[in-house]
């Protein structure tokens, strides 16, 4: 773990809600010079508290509006290894995460598809032909909030 101060904060909480800002920016919005940013912000990245910078897509203005969760029990039967299994959904492009859970499910899938035909589609032709898979169940998203993170 990274020590962070007040300073250190503020540069995430910045670049959490626009990943684009410059060391110059983030300086100016900090009271340091944009070397004395730079600096820090390297040792950011460094540490490990930043692993990288994304673009957040907006998906239904991409065409996919739909999104659907997907909990997912792998079958017992046949031991498939999870690394097979994760091989396998990981080159469905329509996936978007697979995060391996503890509790009710052993993995959780975030799929986007362009209406429920297209999830539909995908389900029966991608995600049902999985090696090793068991129980899938469901949750069509409806709505999503940004919620502030641990850095408030």
């Known amino acids: 773990m990274i020590a962070m101060d007040a300073t250190d904060r503020a540069f995430l909480r910045a670049l959490v809600e626009d990943g684009t800002l410059s060391a110059g920016e983030l300086g100016r919005r900090t009271g340091l010079s944009q070397p004395a940013a730079w600096r820090r912000l390297r040792r950011l990245i460094e540490g490990g508290a930043i692993r ?66 297209d999830f539909e589609r995908v389900l029966r032709r991608r995600i049902l032909t999985l090696p090793g898979l068991g129980q899938v169940d469901a949750n069509v998203l409806m709505s999503e909030e940004r919620r502030p993170g641990p850095l408030g």
């Open 52 to 117: 990288g910078r994304r673009v957040v897509l907006d998906r239904p203005a991409l065409g996919f509006s739909v999104t659907v969760f997907l909990g997912v029990k792998l079958a017992t039967k046949g031991r498939v290894s999870l690394e097979d299994f994760e091989r396998a959904v990981t080159a469905i492009p329509e996936v978007q995460t697979v995060q391996h859970v503890l509790g009710l499910y052993d993995y959780r899938l975030r799929v986007a598809a362009r209406d429920l035909a």
